[in-house]
């Protein structure tokens, strides 16, 4: 089977959203659905000297991620009606005539990956541009970035390319899911962890629906 | 963090029931705009079109690719040119030219003319005919040009549809031909570093082209924000080259901006309006440490020490008297300006020995920080550290200042709108004055091309221009200006929506946006590009072109056939298109070629960057600048005639600011506000599109010690205050703003509650009407401040 997955340069986002925008576009997406969200991570303090001055200490960065078409997605099993299906390129899809939209994909992923449309009432989530892909092209969000800082292929094309490092903090460990990216980690995803850095833009990236 | 915290880290913090967001589906938007609406057959009404991303003054110019179908639009990518070298990148459009479908089909879009039915500035209108809004228009421009005389009328400045044919080019052209109307200079964006920077070197055109950066070893950003502001399309993106190239990237700002996340090595938070003292000290240091460019000083600059004083001047303070206090007994040392900026002495000190040994060096100044008061002094000050560390005329230097670019740059406008009638000026900040002591104004207020003028403003035109209230300072006094019926007789505001300026209009006059007509635009103020943008769609409801509805104007003032030369926006597209070719494009395709092609623009590699001041650094006496010395003048003859030392010093001085953390006024308003340009919007253009407020939305941004002294909580509303009014808005808490200093982007449009307090969170709400000394430009982000938690 092949397994196609995202590259994200972490270290070169600007944090500009033009992916996620990009995505909504393509996809027709209403407001409160993200099938590409940017997660703004920051952590650290302040300390002040005598003199009035300021001496950060701090961590910061912004984090794109869509559905990363795990190897072993923890959604697929937590559907009861088996609508979500892994298929021979390793896009995990969800079938419609086969979705009830009980959102249990949507608890069980640790991604925030699977979205609920109140439009359609059904679970829905990136599926790597399917269309594009048959057609040669790169997924929207890839092809839109102005940083260049993300990439798409098959997974062992990437990590020949970027190296097999698959996580950044604070996602998830990845040894049981397996997700499908290459990243290359900000300069100060070290500091982030040890200063137990948090989403600070959740507002931005939740599905309301 | 436990393996099981991580685990739910990104995953919503509740599943919330129900919907926070009645959102119609694009689709029920775009049926909302098209009962009756027939598409004309004239346009090819689907496929493919690559064209420039409509024209706002976003800082960028970009490719969009728009798939029509049935003449609408259903989807819109971007430039996917083959390659993507640096020497000729993509033009990759922003989030917020993605977006345009939702500002395109937006239900709110103005759709028919409108005039005033209540009281000024309360908002209510009725629909009337186009026919008698053209007629409205004409008869009152006659009355007060009868009345009052031309000077009377005034077309202020606009930024929000900036494409050649269209915004409020073709309204200038019009009022050139009936006499013309009270000119103005300068801009809100630029005023002090277009002024200022030619007080040292003779001329704005400092910068190098962009593809030089890769040449460069250490880059200061100093509150220079590429990310958010642009600056350029693909001006962050060559950053993240020159940085993968070697360069070590520094942001000085008080914001840990987009790009010193995305581009910087090091981020070094300033207290706004203090940066003149860092880079004071940063001189200390290299004189202090032998570090500076001796022998460049000698031949190239004018008044650093007593020695190089213009003759006539030499007992007057150099530059270096000032650093060493030699003078003012105050040494501009390290300690002096940590107690000053916020920035601990070693790494002032650090940072001026990178900066002047590490070469060669670019210190690249953003235009914010010039937006404040004696905004003078920081372009100055730039300019002569670049100058001094011998960092100009060379490949990967930067001149620092205004820095348009070398060899040429993209033009501005290149539509005819013909010579103004009308010899007299205003800054283009002081058209309130102008309107309520016009006739009192002289050259104290920067009042060029005559002594006095004859009237006040009588009657204001607002093409594309949300300048009138939301973008000009201290709303609510400028709101009170234009309530009053007897200052301004007449208000017609031309826009694409009804912007907080259009609340205030006697008559509304529905623009199309620039994917409904034709128009072509270059670079934004860097780039080696023509862009084309043709109509792809219909005009919605009964919207016209900027131009179309001058055209109809000028039939009623019966000057229709000099206005059009009997050419439509199409036929103008394709002048200024051969225009461009007659200049700076030669190689340029023919008109029917480009648009047959569906190319959208023609561009050329850059493959050997030009360079300002090459010339001069080889040979001074040969190439002498077009300073009054033919040096770059640290100290400047023309300054010191003005006479006012304390606010225009003759050399580069820290000023402290007439708001400040410094002053009495503290202890009511201790926080310093600043109002930065948004991701999410073209300062007020895009600030109602869906998408965009999803994405960014509008807060207040502060530190959580300045929110934890007040109670604030991340999420609760929170009100910003002082004398001239108050903002309320959510609170956002975020380490990403130094504390002391809190961030209310620009461009949200202000919204009065019943107590006049502005929920829309517009930070002129706050902002103050005084302008700079030299430039005569806008201070808006010089604003003191407190804030609270607001309770309903």
Known sequence: MTQYGFYIDVSACSGCKTCQIACKDKNNLDLGVLWRRVYEISGGDWLKRTSGAWEPRLANYYLSISCNHCEAPACLPACPTEAIFKNEDGLVLINDNKCIGCKYCEWACPYGAPQFDIASGLMTKCDLCYDYLKDSKLPSCVSSCPMRALDFGQMDVLQEKYGSNRSVYPLPRTDELKPSLVITPHAEAKLAEELSAKIVNKEETENVS | ??????????????????????????ISSLSALQPGQKLADRLKSNGWFRLGCPSHNCGGRCILKILVQDGIISRIETDDRPNDLPEEPQLRACLKGRAYRRRQYHPDRLRYPMKRTGH??????????????????????????????????????????????????????????????????????????????????????????????????????????????????????????????????????????????????????????????????????????????????????????????????????????????TKDSIPKTPAWAEKI???????????????????????YQGYGMQRRAYGEQVVRAGCVLAAISGNIGIHGGWASGMALQAGGGPRWSVFPTGRNPVRARIPSFLWTEAVIRGTELTDKEGLKGTTALKSNIKFIWAVASNALINQHSNINRTSKILKDETQVEFIAVQDQFLTPTGMYADLLLPACTQLETWGLEDGWKYGEEVILMPQIVEPAFESKSDYRICAEIAKKLDVYESYTQGMDEKAWTRKLWNAFKQSRFPDLPDFETIVESNAGLHSRPVKNPKISFEDFRNNPAANPLKTASGKVEIFSTELHRLNNPKEIPPIPKYIQEWESPFDATVSRFPLQVIGPHYMGRVHSTHANVDWLKEAFPQRIFINPIDAASRNIKDGKLIKAFNDRGAVILKARITNSIMPGVISIPQGAWWQADEDGNDIGGSVNTISSERWTPLAFGNAQHTIMAEAKLYKQ
């Open chain 2, 120 to 325: 000024r500035g309360e908002g209510k209108f009725e629909r009337i005919s186009w026919d008698e809004a053209t007629s409205i228009m004409a008869d009152e421009i006659i009355r007060v040009k009868n009345k009052y005389g031309n000077e009377a009328l005034y077309i202020p400045y606009g930024t929000g549809s900036y494409s050649q044919t269209n915004g409020r080019w073709p309204a200038v052209r019009l009022s050139n031909l009936i006499g013309g109307s009270l000119g103005f200079y300068n801009s809100y964006s630029w005023a002090c570093i277009s002024k200022a920077t030619p007080t040292v070197y003779g001329t704005s055109v400092t910068g190098n082209q962009r593809q030089d950066w890769l040449n460069s070893k250490y880059i200061i950003m100093w509150g220079w924000n590429p990310a958010e502001m642009k600056d350029g399309t693909n001006s962050d993106y060559l950053i993240k080259l020159a940085r993968k190239n070697g360069a070590r990237v520094v942001c000085i700002d008080p914001r840990k901006t987009m790009s010193a996340v995305a581009l910087a090595d090091e981020w070094i938070p300033i207290r706004p309006g203090t940066d003149v003292a860092m880079m004071s000290a940063m001189v200390f240091v290299m004189m202090d440490e032998d570090l500076l460019d001796e022998s460049f000083i000698s031949s190239h600059c004018q008044g650093f020490r007593s020695n190089d004083m213009p003759a006539g001047y030499k007992n007057q303070e150099s530059y270096a008297d000032y650093i060493l206090g």
């Open chain 2, 341 to 363: 900026t916020g920035i601990p002495a070693e790494t002032i000190v650090r940072i001026a020995r990178e900066y002047a040994t590490i070469k060669p060096a670019m210190l």
């Open chain 2, 1 to 26: 963090m436990t393996s099981r915290d991580r685990r739910n880290f990104i995953r919503t913090s509740s599943i919330l029931g129900g919907s926070l967001f009645v959102a119609p589906h694009y």
